[in-house]
């Protein structure tokens, strides 16, 4: 069982950053794409982010291209998100979600793809 526990989150100002990180335990690290979504109250989750399992490809929601990048650390077995810019828009609880797959590049960019989820970070932008 793939275990996933997130950090990062928090109160920032609009035009400030911060960086969330999920560190996963229960598989090989390396074997797993990963994805961050988000979900804000009375919406649906929605992908941010996703990152395949070497890390070589990426795929970002078009609310976040330019401001957002997903990176891994396959040795410290963490995906991370760093947020920049961001925006009241962005308030949500962020999840990081994780698949198996033996496709190096796969990615993977809806929430029932992922069988193994985190329990959130909230992230608020507020002044």
């Known amino acids: 069982q793939v275990q996933l526990v997130e950090s990062g989150g928090g109160l920032v100002q609009p035009g400030g950053s911060l960086r969330l990180s999920c560190a996963a335990s229960g598989f090989t690290f390396s074997s797993l794409a990963m994805g961050w979504f988000r979900q804000a109250p009375g919406m649906e989750r929605e992908l941010v982010a996703a990152?395949?399992?070497?890390?070589?490809?990426?795929d970002y929601a078009i609310s976040v291209k330019g401001r957002f990048t997903i990176s891994r650390d396959n040795a410290k077995n963490t995906v991370y998100l760093q947020m920049n810019s961001l925006k009241p828009e962005d308030t949500a609880v962020y999840y990081c979600?994780?698949?198996?797959?033996?496709?190096?590049?796969?990615?993977?960019?809806?929430?029932?793809?992922?069988?193994?989820w985190g329990q959130g970070t909230q992230v608020t932008v507020s002044s």
């Open positions: 979600a994780a698949a198996v797959t033996l496709i190096v590049h796969d990615i993977y960019t809806k929430p029932d793809e992922y069988p193994y």
């Open positions: 990152i395949s399992r070497s890390g070589g490809a990426t």
